[in-house]
C-alpha cells in the first residue's frame, strides 16, 4: 500500500508570493494533519482536519489555511509568504481523529522563501 | 498543554538494548504518550504509544510508570539504522484531538 503521499517535494517561493502544498493520505484514513519543521526543531502542529472537517488549529498566522476534499487528500495553502516560512511541511494521516490513533507521516515537502 | 522532558543526546552499542526516558510529570489522565522518530531527510515515524499499561509491537517497548509521569521506551537490539531523533510527545487532554506536541527529542547515536 502507499504511504502517505506529498507533493512537490521541493519548491522555491519568492517573499510575498502564495503557495499550495498537496497531501494524499493512506487509503481509508479520514484524518489528515499539518506540521511545520524548521531546521533543528520538531514538528509544530498547524491543522488537523477529519471527515473534511477541522478539528484543530495551531498557533500560526491566518496567512496560513487548509482544506480536506471528499477523497480525504488535503491542501495547505500559506499567503503572503515570509523568509521564515521556509521549512520543512509534513502531512501525517490517521483512521481516526483523536488521540489514540498513531500517525503516519510522509516524507514532506521542503519549502524555500527567497 | 502537557510538556515532556528528555535528555538531548543519548548513546548506544550495536546489539545493545537502549532505554529512552521521558518525563512528563503534568501528564493528565487523557493523555495518551505516544513515542516517534526521525531519521535525517525523512518525516517522523510512529513507533509506539499507551494510555497506562505498557504495551510492546515489533519496534519496541513501551514502559509506563504507575503514576504516568514517566516513560521509558526500549529498543531491545539497537541497530544502526535505529539512529534517529526520539521523540515523547503526549497527545489528547481535554481537546482530545490528535494534535501531537513534538519537543526537542533525544538524538540517539548507535555505536558499531
Known amino acids: 500500500d502507499a504511504g502517505v503521499t506529498q507533493s512537490p517535494t521541493h519548491l522555491i517561493k519568492t517573499r510575498g508570493q502564495q503557495v499550495t502544498l498537496r497531501c494524499s493520505p493512506i487509503s481509508g484514513h479520514k484524518s489528515v494533519s499539518w506540521y511545520q519543521q524548521v531546521l533543528g526543531q520538531g514538528p509544530q502542529f498547524i491543522f488537523q482536519?477529519?471527515?473534511?472537517?477541522?478539528?484543530g488549529r495551531g498557533n500560526f498566522p491566518d496567512r496560513f489555511s487548509a482544506r480536506q476534499f471528499p477523497n480525504y487528500s488535503s491542501e495547505l495553502n500559506v499567503n503572503a509568504l515570509l523568509l521564515g516560512d521556509s521549512a520543512l511541511y509534513l502531512c501525517a494521516s490517521s483512521s481516526g481523529g483523536l488521540s489514540y490513533y498513531g500517525y503516519t507521516f510522509g516524507s514532506g515537502t521542503r519549502l524555500t522563501v527567497v | 498543554d502537557a510538556k515532556t522532558t528528555q535528555p538531548n543526546s543519548m548513546e548506544s552499542n550495536e546489539e545493545e538494548p537502549v532505554h529512552l526516558p521521558c518525563n512528563h510529570s503534568?501528564?493528565?489522565?487523557?493523555?495518551?504518550i505516544h513515542w516517534y522518530r526521525q531519521l535525517p531527510s525523512q518525516g517522523p515515524e510512529y513507533v509506539i504509544h499507551?494510555?497506562?499499561s505498557n504495551v510492546n509491537n515489533r519496534m519496541a517497548s513501551l514502559a509506563i510508570a504507575e503514576d504516568r509521569k514517566s516513560s521509558t521506551l526500549i529498543l531491545h537490539r539497537a541497530t544502526l539504522r535505529d539512529a534517529a531523533v526520539y521523540y515523547c510527545?503526549?497527545?489528547?487532554?481535554?481537546?482530545?484531538?490528535?494534535?501531537?506536541?513534538f519537543g526537542q527529542g533525544t538524538t540517539l547515536q548507535v555505536k558499531p
Open positions: 503534568t501528564i493528565s489522565g487523557t493523555d495518551y
Open positions: 499507551g494510555l497506562t
Open positions: 482536519y477529519y471527515e473534511k472537517e477541522e478539528r
Open positions: 510527545i503526549l497527545s489528547g487532554g481535554s481537546s482530545n484531538t490528535g494534535k501531537l506536541i
